[in-house]
């Protein structure tokens, strides 16, 4: 039975209240704090009406460390779930190690005027969650989250060593827009735009964006889709944690639509990270885009199709090379049916919930900065069976 409070009240962050709702004896009482209370009020009277439960609202700037460390004083959680963006997870580290509460994110933090995709700033927190006593599990959503348990899964059940790892992430559904992100469009047109980078022979090899792609045959009757080879930011923490692997890529599917407006939108200069004067005022061109584009947590209602993440590895077992796949197929009308939510937000929000559950429940535990291929997968494995986000293996005879 514990209090937890959760920062972000987007689309990851309704669905990670919904989810911790329908488990009332781990989270016994639910926060939701976030910039603007009427998103917070929104998700609390959906939890109400399907859940019965009422959750508490608040409002927290959470690039204000002592206004991050009142708002948690004030509630004094066991846990704080940072749903907010990347931009936000060292102050509310900062505002967790001040008032002595373990800390969750799912995306690690990214400075504002630089699009990089590192753990380095987080990492760098290491010793003072140590001295604490306090655990930081970083990037307990998909993918991060998820494609790094599944990499565990597989390593201690699977495989002696592992030498190749593709992580392909497909979305195969559509939410009738001309464009729209599925999650948060300013991290998502960040992520698209930067260099690809994979992992090969100990080195990173940096390719133009989107420059790189193949095709894959997606499982029960999704088929084959073009797949871009992106970096993507488990890439970092999974080469230090798998020994004996040679080459890691992540991939991600994008419509031709998508990719004709992104490059549109970069080519007038939309998708611009730097600051430009607009009327004697600074402004963000990639800010000011998200701000019309249409809001992820608004897609649930009209996204039809499915997701297809999964992890694609091969290596050496007893001797002999194993080619292996697991993957989970999740279904955007069924997880707005369930939470009022697509299934992006919904492959988020779910694993924040079995982080979190595992963390309050003592399953998971640990002094420091962690992620998740460094804790034991079985019990995180069992839990995504249970909580909405089944998983397939298949062994391919080579
Ligand atoms: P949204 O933009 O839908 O939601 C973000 C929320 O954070 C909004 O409610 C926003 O408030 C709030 N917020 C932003 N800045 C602040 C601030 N300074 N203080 C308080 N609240 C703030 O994003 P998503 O829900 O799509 O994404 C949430 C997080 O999940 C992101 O970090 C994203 O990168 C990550 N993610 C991770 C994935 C994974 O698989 N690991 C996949 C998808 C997303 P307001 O509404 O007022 O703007």
Same mark, same amino acid.
């Given at each position: 039975?514990?209090?937890?409070?959760? /920062?972000?009240?987007g689309?990851? @962050?309704?669905v990670?209240?919904?989810?911790?709702?329908?488990v009332?004896e781990?989270?016994?009482?639910?926060?939701?704090?976030s910039?603007? /209370?009427?998103?917070?009020d929104?998700?609390?009277?959906?939890?109400?009406e399907?859940?019965?439960?009422?959750?508490?609202?608040d409002?927290?700037?959470?690039?204000?460390v002592?206004e991050?460390?009142?708002?948690?004083?004030?509630?004094?959680?066991?846990?704080?779930?940072?749903?907010?963006?990347p931009?936000?997870?060292?102050?509310?580290?900062?505002a967790?190690?001040?008032?002595g509460?373990?800390?969750?994110?799912?995306?690690?933090y990214?400075?504002? $005027?630089?699009?990089?995709?590192?753990?380095?700033?987080?990492w760098?927190?290491?010793?003072?969650?140590?001295?604490?006593?306090?655990? #930081?599990l970083?990037?307990?959503g998909?993918?991060?989250?998820?494609?790094?348990?599944?990499?565990?899964?597989?390593?201690k059940?699977?495989f $002696?060593?592992?030498?190749?790892?593709d992580?392909?992430?497909?979305?195969?559904?559509?939410?009738?827009?001309?464009?729209?992100?599925?999650?948060?469009?300013?991290?998502?047109?960040?992520?698209?735009? #930067?260099n690809?980078?994979?992992? !090969?022979?100990?080195?990173?090899?940096?390719t133009d964006?989107?420059?790189?792609?193949?095709?894959?045959?997606?499982?029960?009757?999704?088929?084959?889709?073009k797949?871009?080879?992106?970096?993507?930011?488990?890439?970092?923490?999974?080469?230090k944690?798998?020994? @004996?692997?040679?080459?890691?890529?992540f991939?991600?599917?994008?419509? $031709?639509?998508?990719?004709?407006?992104?490059?549109?939108?970069e080519?007038?200069?939309?998708?611009r990270i730097?600051?430009?004067?607009?009327?004697?005022?600074?402004?963000?061109?990639?800010?000011?885009?998200?701000?019309?584009?249409? !809001?992820?947590?608004?897609?649930?209602?009209?996204?039809?199709?499915?997701?297809?993440? @999964?992890?694609?590895?091969?290596?050496?077992?007893?001797? %002999?090379?194993?080619?292996?796949?697991?993957?989970n197929?999740?279904?955007h009308?069924?997880?707005?049916?369930?939470?009022?939510?697509? #299934?992006v937000?919904?492959?988020?929000?779910?694993?924040?919930?079995?982080?979190?559950?595992?963390?309050?429940?003592?399953?998971?535990?640990? %002094?420091?900065?962690?992620?998740?291929?460094?804790?034991?997968?079985?019990?995180?494995?069992?839990?995504?069976n249970?909580?909405?986000?089944?998983?397939?293996?298949?062994?391919?005879?080579n």
């Open positions: 039975m514990s209090k937890v409070l959760i /920062i972000g009240a689309g990851v @962050g309704g990670c209240v919904h989810k911790c709702a329908q009332p781990v989270f016994s009482e639910i926060v939701l704090a910039r603007t /209370i009427e998103k917070c929104a998700i609390a009277s959906s939890v109400k399907r859940t019965g439960r009422d959750i508490v609202t409002t927290v700037d959470a690039d204000n002592p991050l460390v009142d708002l948690i004083n004030k509630h004094k959680p066991a846990l704080v779930i940072n749903l907010a963006l931009y936000q997870d060292l102050t509310i580290m900062d967790c190690l001040e008032t509460v373990h800390y969750l994110d799912t995306a690690n990214e400075p504002l $005027d630089e699009a990089k995709f590192e753990y380095k700033w987080q760098e927190y290491q010793e003072r969650f140590k001295e604490k006593g306090l655990m #930081a970083l990037g307990s998909f993918d991060p989250g998820v494609t790094n348990v599944f990499c565990a899964h597989a390593m059940h699977h $002696d060593e592992v030498h190749q790892l992580i392909i992430d497909c979305n195969a559904g559509d939410h009738g827009h001309p464009f729209a992100t599925n999650f948060n469009p300013e991290i998502n047109i960040r992520e698209v735009t #930067a690809g980078r994979y992992w !090969e022979h100990g080195e990173w090899i940096e964006p989107l420059s790189f792609s193949m095709n894959y045959d997606f499982p029960e009757g999704i088929g084959p889709k797949c871009f080879l992106m970096y993507h930011e488990e890439l970092e923490s999974l080469v944690h798998l020994k @004996g692997l040679k080459r890691a890529r991939w991600m599917t994008f419509s $031709d639509q998508y990719l004709n407006h992104l490059k549109v939108l080519n007038v200069g939309m998708t730097d600051t430009v004067k607009y009327n004697g005022q600074d402004i963000v061109p990639l800010r000011f885009l998200k701000e019309v584009l249409p !809001e992820p947590a608004g897609l649930g209602e009209r996204t039809k199709g499915r997701t297809c993440i @999964g992890c694609r590895i091969k290596g050496m077992k007893d001797g %002999e090379p194993k080619d292996y796949y697991i993957y197929i999740c279904d009308e069924e997880a707005f049916k369930e939470v009022a939510s697509q #299934a937000s919904y492959t988020t929000g779910v694993p924040a919930m079995i982080g979190a559950m595992l963390m309050l429940t003592g399953k998971w535990t640990g %002094e420091g900065v962690f992620n998740m291929e460094e804790l034991d997968p079985d019990p995180f494995m069992e839990k995504l249970i909580h909405g986000l089944p998983w397939t293996e298949v062994t391919f005879k």
